[in-house]
């Protein structure tokens, strides 16, 4: 399974992004598929997921109401909209892809595939 995340960029706070996420290797029905984002000096945190077969999504709190996660089945790509950006969203988003029970879906040790990255940065 390989994951290629891209999107990133610079852009003002207010202003919007959409990270793209594809994925080659296999077909994702049973996956979930999840960003997460790492900040200099912190640690590796949740962002957003969503069930591959149903579209069931989650969000961390920070971004609930701004951000909006889908997949597109036919190209075995997942999306991030970022809307209304802020400055503490600056971070190297990762999107992540694996089989999980909905418990572990905002632990970033469950996934076995991560995308490289891709930087957000969002300037005041």
């Known amino acids: 399974v390989q994951l290629q995340a891209s999107g990133g960029g610079l852009v003002q706070a207010g202003g919007s992004l959409r990270l793209s996420c594809a994925a080659s290797?296999?077909?994702?029905?049973?996956?979930?598929t999840a960003w997460f984002r790492q900040a200099p000096g912190k640690e590796r945190e949740f962002v957003a997921g969503?069930?591959?077969?149903?579209?069931?999504?989650f969000y961390a709190d920070s971004v609930k109401g701004r951000f909006t996660i889908s997949r597109d089945n036919a190209k075995n790509t997942g999306y991030l909209q970022m809307n209304s950006l802020k400055p503490d969203d600056t971070a190297v988003y990762y999107c992540?892809?694996?089989?999980?029970?909905?418990?572990?879906?905002?632990?970033?040790?469950?996934?076995?595939?991560w995308g490289q990255g891709t930087l957000v940065t969002v300037s005041s």
């Open positions: 992540a892809a694996d089989r999980l029970i909905v418990s572990s879906v905002t632990m970033a040790r469950y996934y076995d595939y």
């Open positions: 290797g296999r077909t994702f029905s049973s996956y979930v």
């Open positions: 969503i069930r591959w077969s149903g579209g069931r999504t």
